[in-house]
């Protein structure tokens, strides 16, 4: 019987475990994960107005109750008081790394730490429920914000402050940031790239949504089109970037609709310093108006702009963080490794994986998890034969308690999931999602009562 822990129950952590049990039946896998919650960014990252994203957490749930695998929340691996990655070595024959990427970049400006100026992963675990996440008051006194950024992320940010309470109360919005979205007196969200528009990661399918908000209007500068050049002729684009150019142009030929809100789409213009207010609040972003470089660049132009802003998000990117015991590529924010086994010195470290954003670093879809977990499951089973000769003890969960460290099982999960179907009937929503360690743990500790 190979026994594997795979860290982290992600997209890529439930992928592996999947792939694992489906490819061979002698595997048992337990999936570890510090949060008494499992999913990772499908809970706490995807917008709670997805909810057909939302809902691939049912396959993910499939592969957690198969008989195999086995959940242990609440269990952080490195770090201090948490269980260290030598002693997970000890304890199976072999460990699987799927701990995502969960630190944003900084833009590294002046003004940056302003009161107001907060990285989307704050945001976002802010009205994800993440128990981590702090109630920073983004909204207080804020009537116009600006997202930097022009990804997914920037645009879920963007798209979260323009939704009203008729469209957010449906969805599980933890109660605290359902009451201050809809209070919300942000009219004027600029949201902003450093390069064109033909240049913009955001998806087709989330730009157009910005468009279908009620009470919303989208504004796009038909002179920064034209900055483009790629926008003169988008014909020769790929596909995705020409559709982005097609919503975007009819956008800007669009007459005003006089919204209450308006989401001004910028492009061209690079953030270079943060500006603040008497209080030491944000009140302004400052860029520099940029230009193609010719080499699919951009260079500055030595031209300022002042956005007004009380609240700044920014989504310039994810990054990964170092685990303790484990090797960090501080370059890249990856775990080193050949297809999926880590190296260490450059060397391929016994029994020892990664899967998901921390191989790869943080692109692509959910999907994009399932052939990176592939890949690593193959290079895993491929080595089981020797893997598996090393003594691990039978009862792992014994050994944990022995060592202090008491998983919520799956059981307690589902208290968790009864206790936010209970407190949204009590509110008259749906499910509404519990945002704080402590009544996690209170509702995951009623499965043994
Ligand atoms: C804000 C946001 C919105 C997104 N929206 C979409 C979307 O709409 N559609 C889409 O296709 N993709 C979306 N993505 C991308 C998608 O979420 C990722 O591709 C995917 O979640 C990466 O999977 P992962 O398993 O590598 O990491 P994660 O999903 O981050 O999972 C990592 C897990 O590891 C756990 N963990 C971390 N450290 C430890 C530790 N030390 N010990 C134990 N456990 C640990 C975490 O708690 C977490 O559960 C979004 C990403 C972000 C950031």
Redesign the pocket.
Known sequence: MLRVAV????????YTAQGLVERDASVRVDV????PC??????????PD?EK?KSLQNNLRSVLEHERVRFLGG?????PG?LPAARLRELYHAVVY?????TDRRLGIPGEDLTGSWS??EF?SWYSAHPDAVDAGFLRDADSAVVVGVG??AV?VTRMLARGATELSPTDLPAAALTALSASRVTEIHMVGRRGPSQARFTTKELRELGALPGTEVVVDPEELALDPACADPAALPAAQRRNVEVLRAWAEAPPKGAARRIRLRFFLRPVELLGAAGGRVAAVRFERTAPDGRGGVTGTGRYEDVPARLVLRSVG?RGTP?DGLPFDDATGTVPHREGRVLRDGEVASGEYV?????RG?T??????RPCAKETVASLLADAPALVREPVPGDVLAALRAEGVEPVLWAGWLAIERAEAELGAALGRSVVKLPDWESLRAAARTAGA
């Open positions: 860290v982290g129950s992600g997209p890529s952590g439930c570890i994960d510090r949060l499992p999913y990772g960014l499908v809970r706490y990252g995807v917008a997805h994203i269990v952080r691996v490195g770090g948490g799927c701990v995502g990427a969960a989307a992963t976002v997914n992320v879920d994810y685990l899967a998901g954003w921390i191989k943080p692509g879809v959910i999907g994009t998890n």
